[in-house]
């Protein structure tokens, strides 16, 4: 129930109901005092009227009995001076204006919060909105991306396979031409350090070669005979002859004959002189005619044997062989890698 002066509502023992209309007021909002309340409170709550309805009672009789006009003829009685009546209605004017800000402030507290709640809400629904938004997008994408990732996952896996194909067919190739380049090179010698000349007879030197160490070759059992190009063309040496033959048995007979003249002329193995070239004697060699691969793992091996005290190494049938001394068991070197695994005291 609401204050029919203030129209705010009533709590507590605060009220005054008219005994005429049964409307209800704050005694504050009477001008009446808190001790004149409680003083005649029996008498007022019997026969209290409000202000409409005194009014009302007063065009159709006297009304002087009522509570009110009596508090006011003993305010009058007690309150001689004009000064005090006027401090007692200014501060009725100030409970009063108190009594307006207050309802006042409570209706723009309850306008500001219901404003911010409702700002605050929108707000926070606008941002769930976009945050629902943003994170469905970035879903989405995640979702692409995995799908993206796994694609690329499928064809680096694809890859790696064909990788190992053809990795292991380009092994298979790499043996299939050091096996072909090696039988290419089955009937062939290789004669190192013969001094060059510009109109020069090899065919004449290889015969002449033949006859020093001791072999007899014909010209039908040869197809063909040339020098090479130098790996290193910087180098001052000659090039090296190629002498193609018919048979490996004619390359094997020559090569043994080689040995053979060393064997026997230790002082003086075969050199420049023995083939007719004047000034100062070097000594030529006649080996098989091995592949880049089979050079490089004679080199290392030559080179090896010489560090670790190793007194023989020597090529046959294009695979390279070391071995201590006289006594030891031949070591067959395989590749450059190998010859780590090798030691000075025990060969493996």
């Given at each position: ?23 209800q007021y704050h ?281 670790n005290q190793y ?38």
């Open positions: 129930m609401n204050c029919e002066a203030c129209r705010k509502k009533i709590t507590g023992d605060e009220v005054l109901r008219c005994t005429q209309c049964m409307k005694f504050v909002c009477l001008n009446l005092t808190p001790a004149y309340y409680k003083a005649n409170l029996g008498e007022l709550r019997r026969s209290w009227m409000c202000p409409l309805c005194i009014n009302i009672t007063r065009r159709k009789g006297n009304n002087c009995n009522t509570p009110i006009r009596q508090q006011q003829a003993n305010m009058d009685d007690s309150n001689m001076s004009s000064t005090s009546s006027a401090s007692i209605t200014l501060d009725q004017f100030s409970r009063l204006l108190d009594s307006k800000l207050d309802t006042k402030l409570d209706s723009f507290q309850k306008v500001l919060t219901e404003t911010i709640r409702k700002e605050v809400s929108d707000q926070i629904a606008r941002l769930k909105s976009e945050f629902t938004t943003t994170t469905d997008f970035l879903a989405e994408e995640q979702k692409d991306i995995r799908t993206e990732l796994g694609t690329a996952t499928d064809r680096i896996r694809k890859l790696e396979d064909e990788k190992m194909q053809l990795q292991t067919s380009l092994s298979q190739i790499n043996k299939t031409v050091q096996i072909l380049d090696k039988s290419s090179r089955n009937c062939n010698i290789e004669i190192q350090s013969v001094p060059e000349k510009r109109s020069e007879n090899l065919l004449q030197a290889l015969k002449k070669l033949c006859e020093v160490i001791n072999c007899t070759i014909s010209e039908s059992d040869i197809k063909s005979i040339r020098r090479v190009a130098k790996l290193n063309p910087s180098s001052d040496r000659p090039r090296n002859i190629i002498v193609s033959l018919h048979s490996e048995l004619h390359r094997d007979t020559i090569i043994s004959a080689v040995r053979r003249f060393n064997r026997t002329n230790k002082s003086c193995p075969l050199n420049s002189s023995h083939l007719g070239f004047l000034g100062e004697k070097c000594n030529i060699y006649v080996s098989e005619h091995l592949s880049a691969d089979c050079k490089a793992v004679h080199a290392a091996a030559r080179h090896w044997a010489k560090t007194k023989f190494v020597w090529v046959k049938y294009g695979r390279v062989y070391i071995r201590r001394d006289e006594e030891s068991t031949a070591i067959l070197v395989r590749d450059t890698d190998s010859l780590s695994k090798l030691t000075c005291s025990k060969p493996v």
